[in-house]
């Protein structure tokens, strides 16, 4: 059913010779089931259900597309074959589209709206004609202005056609077009729908993002002034508003959220905005707050100088009109009339409608408020789609499934969401992207998968007509990362290139934020997610690897895209380190000496030293360790051909007294002696040092050492040290631990690991870096402490003084029970007058003046947590830690290649690595009077490999002296067992050497008892 009211002096109502006005709605003499409506400056078309069109109105340039009576509705005949569903009407043209896509004009063409080139345009057409131009182009959507159009094809592409004087093509000319043209600032936007004005136009996005261009005398672009836009221009005042449909009229837009508001803006004069403001002109958008109360918005429409709202409540039996200044505002109730739509045009509006029975379900109700998320015309298929096609139309999947995937702007719109947060904006639902990829693996449809790989083939060669300008014209990378297809690079290389050419643009020389911006849908996700776009680029760069060797521009743009995804999983921490290691870096030695080189002598040629976080730990080794030796050859190789010194550093040390001993050798070492190998001898024993005494020494000394300057802490059962605050013995002892921390590197001895994972980070940073250390990493050292920093963060309620009591000042008891109180505000006082005033005295007044800003608030919480994870981790141990830190710069140089490291590397160089597989043990032992065959050799190995993990723990420190393995795993340690003869012997480790006596025990049940036993038995300083 239809209804029509406003002006019918030339016959648009469709009510034939009952007057010039219509007061009030009139239902129309039409053919039930109507399936769209669209109203002109002067008449008005209708479609039904069965596509068929009727029109009424003005007919002085053919517009109605038919002869006969123009004051009523009567059926364009001309239209045989095709069923419309779409029908659009200009001041004096209509465009109709239908079902495959096709665009059919009708009416005068002068100024190009007809879109059927130059001579054809100006004769006009007397019936409905296909626009050729578009042929072969499915279109989706269309919208007329006064004298110009704007169609959007499936794969979100938008055209333009018609007038042009005021830039309402959005081409950046004034010259009219005669064909449908592509707007390229608006490819890859995702563009979902349109709206043209008289003599503007609107765009909008999946994204809620709105584009305006063309006139703004009245300032009917939402821009905030009234200078025209020759070309489409982001309405920022529109942006976090969530819109999902716009609307033109003469001089004024309309826009409708998603939940059920609606915003207007432009000419006034008539009140026509709606907004209560009697100003001639609204230059941004503004809510009409004034229908709130009757429900939400479900439809809007725009005539030429009036606005219809369509507003669904719960409460109303019948339409109700209220009066919005001169105009009308109409509200439609949902309970006997279920309304379909508005369409409004001149001075006369429309309204689909259909009789509903009492029975009738209310589920058949064409508006609730449910249904007003943004329509989606353009090629985005849902996996539920892909299945219900696959079933009923396997054809259109296919046809749709190339559309989709060669479009950057489907992409772009196809799989949005929104956060809790609206600030974040949208973002990328990975979740619904991988259930759509799936339900294309999973039709086993061969043909499927050769149009998915055409499309994106297609999609990277499109995508230099676009012209992204901010973050979410770069989602569609995402929807690629999800894309099973892109895990076989030998398969897919040509889109993969592209991909990381987009994705480097995007994250590397485009702004940080856009970069930043587009990542976020994977803090919102499983680390799944990311860990498959890790995957797809670690297969690229592998496959080119193996192909172009490492001097190509992909192989750079891929290493750029990884970095972006690694300082994302930085922040978030979901993925390991080793998730980004590249197992072909570094895999043949010219890789490894290229590297090493670029090291020795740093430039701007290429290398993956540039991209460190790509380097497997164990690469990165070799790398350190090279460099390192090559320093310890060329003093060793100085000494022996100036005769001077040992080409080794020897420590000379007493057992007994091992710890004083040690303090002084080291003190005793000149500076070029630190890179030399290092050997042990202990005092009154004979032999000669290859290595294994140092791994002995080392475990010897460090105990002490530990229980000598530092503080033991502890937490729900684990154990760890820290430094204790400077007096003059322990800044001995800790500049001597740290010689032993570089000595142990360069040497390859593991230490135990004995500290919390904020002291390798604190190793890595430079002195003015320490104000990085975060909450975090107070908690790997603190973690009680840090613990209740949180809580105060967490707080949301604003009277923090009274819960917390905090204030800027803060007493904390040192090791040695005295009490230190600091002030933290006024450290940083101090700091400011000393580099600025150079007035010290100053600091007190300072701080008695500002005595209220001392108090910890909401407003300055965040400021006191960071000052106080500062002044734990750090500042009031400063002496200490720099100590350290000078002692073990004085080996470790601080190298490009020292740099490449991440603390949790660094302290699996230092301590070693906690995951291992024993098996690899057994594959690389050796054997004195022994065989791999050996019955009690294989009875030794079934009973270790079957060990729990608490008992592999204990078992590798019974044997190797040391819960952990080399960062290249248990193949690092080469283990050597021996026969001794005596059974009466429990099985013997010496750890310096890894070595391991084992008796021929007679029986399997013997052997697991005494070697059970002597796991038991085994000690050490680890803490497990």
């Not at 994106?456 to 929807?479: C, D, M």
């Not at 590397?508 to 919102?524: C, F, P, T």
Request: proline share 5%; charged share 20%.
């Amino acid at each position: 059913m239809a209804a029509a009211f406003g002006a019918a002096g030339a016959g648009q109502l469709g009510l034939g010779d009952e007057g010039p006005i219509s007061t009030s709605y009139r239902s129309l003499a039409v053919p039930s089931g109507l399936r769209a409506a669209a109203a002109g400056a002067y008449h008005s078309l209708l479609v039904t259900t069965d596509g068929l069109v009727y029109s009424a109105g003005k007919n002085d340039h053919r517009q109605l597309g038919r002869s006969g009576p123009a004051g009523i509705f009567k059926r364009i005949e001309a239209i045989e074959v095709a069923s419309i569903r779409q029908v659009a009407a200009g001041e004096d043209f209509s465009l109709m589209l239908d079902d495959r896509g096709k665009v059919y004009a009708v009416g005068a063409g002068e100024r190009g709206q007809l879109g059927c080139g130059r001579q054809t345009s100006e004769e006009g057409h007397r019936v409905p004609k296909i626009i050729r131009s578009l042929h072969d182009v499915p279109i989706v959507a269309l919208s007329v202005g006064g004298r110009h159009a704007l169609a959007l094809s499936a794969s979100s592409i938008v055209f333009a056609w018609g007038e042009n004087a005021n830039g309402q093509l959005g081409n950046g000319h004034f010259v009219p077009s005669y064909q449908p043209t592509p707007i390229p600032e608006l490819n890859g936007r995702g563009v979902v729908g349109l709206a043209a004005g008289r003599q503007h136009s609107l765009a909008l996005t999946a994204a809620s993002e709105l584009y305006a261009f063309g006139a703004n005398e009245h300032g009917q672009l939402g821009v905030g002034d009234t200078k025209p836009r020759l070309r489409p221009e982001l309405v920022r005042a529109a942006l976090r508003k969530g819109l999902v449909k716009v609307s033109a009229g003469d001089f004024h837009s309309l826009a409708r959220s998603a939940t059920g508001h609606a915003f207007a803006w432009g000419g006034n004069q008539w009140g026509q905005c709606g907004v209560g403001d009697d100003a001639d002109a609204i230059l941004l958008p503004r809510e009409i707050d004034s229908v709130q109360e009757h429900g939400h918005i479900a439809d809007i429409a725009t005539g030429k100088r009036h606005s219809v709202l369509l507003v669904v409540t719960s409460n109303q039996t019948t339409p109700t009109p209220s009066t919005f200044h001169k105009q009308l505002l109409f509200t439609f109730g949902a309970n006997s009339l279920a309304q379909l739509g508005v369409a409004a045009g001149g001075d006369h509006s429309l309204v689909l409608y259909e009789e509903r029975a009492e029975e009738a379900p209310e589920s058949k109700r064409a508006f609730a408020f449910d249904d007003l998320a943004i329509a989606m015309p353009i090629a985005a298929l849902t996996a539920d789609q892909v299945r219900e096609l696959a079933r009923t139309d396997r054809p259109r999947l296919h046809q749709q499934l190339e559309i989709m995937l060669s479009s950057a702007g489907c992409l772009n719109a196809a799989f949005l969401t929104t956060t809790d947060r609206p600030a974040d904006g949208v973002i990328v639902a990975l979740g619904q992207v991988r259930s759509f990829f799936e339900a294309i693996v999973a039709l086993n449809d061969e043909h499927a998968t050769e149009v998915v790989s055409r499309a994106l083939r297609k999609l990277f060669g499109n995508l230099q007509h676009i012209s992204p300008i901010n973050e979410n014209h770069y989602l569609f990378l995402l929807v690629l990362l999800e894309c099973p297809l892109l895990l076989k690079p030998e398969s897919h290389s040509v889109p993969l290139e592209g991909l990381v050419r987009v994705f480097t643009q995007v994250t590397h020389q485009r702004s940080d934020a856009v970069g930043e911006h587009m990542l976020k849908s994977y803090l919102h996700a499983p680390v799944t997610y990311l860990h498959r776009a890790v995957q797809v680029l670690q297969g690229y760069l592998s496959h080119l690897l193996t192909g172009r060797g490492t001097a190509s521009e992909p192989v750079y743009l891929t290493c750029v895209s990884l970095q972006a995804l690694y300082f994302l999983n930085k922040r978030v921490d979901k993925l390991k380190a080793s998730a980004f290691y590249n197992d072909h870096i570094g895999s043949t030695p010219a890789m490894l000496q290229e590297m090493l080189v670029w090291v020795l002598n740093k430039s701007n040629v290429f290398s993956f030293c540039m991209f460190p976080f790509l380097i497997p730990l164990p690469v990165k080794e070799q790398i350190v360790f090279q460099a390192s030796q090559a320093a310890m050859m060329q003093s060793a190789m100085t000494s022996m051909l100036t005769g001077a010194e040992a080409p080794v550093l020897v420590l000379k040390v007493r057992r007994t007294d091992i710890l004083e001993d040690t303090m002084k050798a080291l003190s005793m070492v000149s500076p070029t002696q630190w890179t030399k190998p290092l050997r042990i001898k202990f005092e009154d024993e004979e032999g000669v040092d290859e290595g294994g005494l140092v791994k002995e020494f080392f475990q010897l000394v460090m105990p002490k050492l530990y229980a000598h300057a530092f503080v033991p802490m502890e937490s729900e059962g684990l154990r760890w040290f820290w430094f204790a605050g400077p007096t003059e013995d322990r800044l001995q002892a800790y500049y001597a631990m740290g010689l032993l921390f570089g000595l142990a590197l360069y040497n390859h001895v593991l230490v135990e690991p004995l500290f919390p994972s904020v002291f390798y980070k604190m190793l890595l940073l430079a002195d003015p870096e320490m104000s990085q250390l975060t909450l975090d990493d107070l908690a790997s050292c603190a973690p009680d402490v840090a613990k209740g920093l949180r809580s105060l963060l967490d707080y949301d309620g604003h009277n923090e003084k009274e819960v917390f009591g905090l204030t800027f000042e803060l007493s904390h008891k040192d090791v040695d029970g005295r009490v230190e109180t600091m002030e933290l505000k006024v450290c940083v006082c101090v700091c400011v007058c000393l580099c600025v005033l150079v007035t010290p005295v100053l600091v007190s007044d300072l701080a008695q003046a500002n005595r209220w800003e001392m108090d910890v608030t909401a407003l300055n919480k965040h400021e006191y947590v960071q000052l106080y994870v500062q002044y734990y981790l750090y500042e009031r141990v400063a002496a200490s830690v720099d100590a350290f830190r000078t002692g073990f710069f004085m080996i470790v140089q601080k190298t490009p290649a020292f740099y490449m490291l991440q603390p949790r590397e660094l302290e699996l160089l230092l301590c070693g690595n906690p995951e291992y597989k024993l098996d690899q043990l057994k594959d690389n032992a050796r054997y004195i009077n022994y065989s791999a065959k050996d019955t009690v050799v294989q009875w030794f190995w079934d009973y270790v490999l079957a060990l729990p993990q608490s008992k592999r723990r204990r078992f590798l420190m019974f044997l190797t002296g040391s819960m952990r393995v080399p960062v290249q795993g248990a193949k690092g340690i080469k283990v050597t067992i021996q026969r001794v003869a005596d059974t009466t012997r429990l099985p013997v480790a010496h750890t310096c050497f890894n070595v391991l006596d084992l008796p021929p025990y007679e029986t399997r049940e013997e052997l697991e008892r005494k070697l059970g036993y002597a796991l038991e038995e085994t000690e050490g300083f680890a803490l497990v």
